[in-house]
């Protein structure tokens, strides 16, 4: 049986992942790359090498395949932070060193997830550039996790594991702090050096924030 042949240009689609996965993936490149208005379905797509009756059948309009971008990061970033969450406050009985030592690693973890996925960082930023639209999507797959490492922060405070006042106002610069680093890595900045430099950054504010005072 003769099989048909492709349109000259039209990207080959990965057989490998289901449709809608290869769609998500083109589109949070788009989105990430151009912001919500400069991407159309039909750019979606051609990144994706379907037709644009396919892209609209696995996630609908172009505000629901925007949400689909946030969620799938969400569900990816959501899924690393819960488990070295878990395993951080189950440090936190053990005292201030142990729980200093897992709020490091859990860091490392969210460094490393977003040095990974940098596409996270740029679909975000393309987002806050306009506050005030898409504002439900900070409350669906941001806010989540901000409050998962407050309230680690809390639980540690109240067993005196560390001394922490204001954890929504360190999880937000942390959280900033670390876009910033990757959009550095993204515009240039040596990559090994400075993903080094700042896992050390990161470790001395901690223990600044939480370590014994200096003798």
Sequence with gaps: MTMPRRRPGRPRRDETRPTREVVLTAATALFAERGFDAVGLREVAA????????????????????????ARVFAAEREVLTAAAEQARAAVDAGPEAALRALHELVDVFVDFL????????????????????????????????????????????????????????????????????????????????????RTFVHRMLDGLYGPPAP
């Design 115 to 198: 040095e990974d996925r940098p596409e996270t960082t740029a679909l975000w930023l393309r987002r806050w550039l306009e506050p005030q639209r898409h504002a439900e999507l900070d409350e669906r797959y941001s806010e989540p996790l901000y409050r998962l490492v407050g309230q680690l922060l809390t639980a540690a405070a109240a067993a005196g594991a560390l001394d922490e006042p204001t954890p929504h106002i360190t999880v937000r610069s942390l959280v900033w702090a670390t876009h910033g680093h990757v959009v550095a890595l993204a515009a240039g900045a040596p990559g090994a050096r400075e993903r080094r430099e700042f």
């Design 47 to 70: 990144a994706a090498g379907v037709d644009v009756a396919t892209v609209a059948h696995h996630t609908g309009t172009k505000a629901a395949l925007y949400d689909a971008c946030f």
